[in-house]
């Protein structure tokens, strides 16, 4: 089994680490309501896509 010589240091562990982080959503305005919103999605406020209402919200 093999089993590492020396220790990592905590230098080295966390140049590793550098690229898993969490990045924040995209998010753009909707065209219809100007609420934000993920892309290529309906809208959570208003339930319009492409210009097309496609969910129904009840107010």
């Not at 089993?3 to 909707?30: D, E, G, M």
Request: with cysteine.
């Amino acid at each position: 089994m093999a089993v590492p010589k020396r220790k990592k240091s905590k230098s080295k562990r966390n140049k590793r680490r550098t690229h898993q982080k969490i990045t924040a959503p995209n998010l753009t305005p909707c065209s219809h309501c100007g609420e934000a919103r993920l892309p290529h999605h309906a809208c959570p406020s208003c339930g319009t896509y492409k210009g097309r209402k496609v969910v129904e919200i009840a107010e």
